[in-house]
């Protein structure tokens, strides 16, 4: 639960990047596009970024708010801090993921929200608790999302050249 409402002003602004993005590369304003995706992706950043540091320095009182009336011992809290570390990178992910159908791309938003969840998060959560234990399943869910968010950064990264080019050859 404290995760999910950490990431819920990321969903608000999902939102409303969808259309800026759009119709920015609609009107053949590509930069714009690029420019819009970046500043949405740094807004979600700084207005998670105090509750994200919060539960990384404190992470007694984060959880103590939610649950009072429980002790938490060092595993709890370590594994608190491995799920919650993710947490910054998932601005940039999530973005991109409504930022690609905005650009005509929607095939890397269904590719990695599916297959994040049917051919990575099913299986470990299967296997590693079995090998490893339970506390396996935070560092699995840490490792999968840093995965992909560097697969997403640098798919980011080829796209906004695209788009560049593309900008490039419509102007010659």
């Not at 708010?65 to 601005?91: C, G, H």
């Not at 869910?141 to 980011?156: G, P, Q, R």
Request: aromatic fraction near 14%; charge should be positive.
């Amino acid at each position: 639960r404290i995760f999910n409402f950490s990431l819920t002003p990321i969903y608000g602004l999902m939102r409303a990047l969808q259309p800026v993005a759009g119709i920015n590369y609609g009107a053949e304003k590509y930069e714009r596009s690029i420019k819009s995706f970046k500043i949405f992706s740094f807004v979600s950043l700084i207005i998670m970024l105090p509750f994200w540091l919060l539960s990384m320095i404190d992470p007694n009182l984060v959880l103590g708010s939610m649950l009072p009336q429980v002790t938490f011992d060092s595993e709890y809290i370590f594994s608190f801090r491995i799920f919650m570390s993710i947490a910054p990178l998932l601005s940039v992910t999530m973005t991109a993921m409504t930022f690609w159908p905005s650009i005509k791309k929607a095939a890397p938003a269904m590719v990695i929200g599916l297959g994040r969840q049917l051919f990575l998060y099913i299986p470990l959560m299967i296997i590693l608790p079995r090998i490893f234990g339970i506390q396996s399943i935070y560092v699995g869910s840490f490792a999968i999302d840093v995965l992909l968010s560097v697969i997403v950064i640098l798919m980011l990264s080829r796209n906004f050249k695209e788009l560049r080019e593309l900008k490039a050859v419509r102007e010659t």
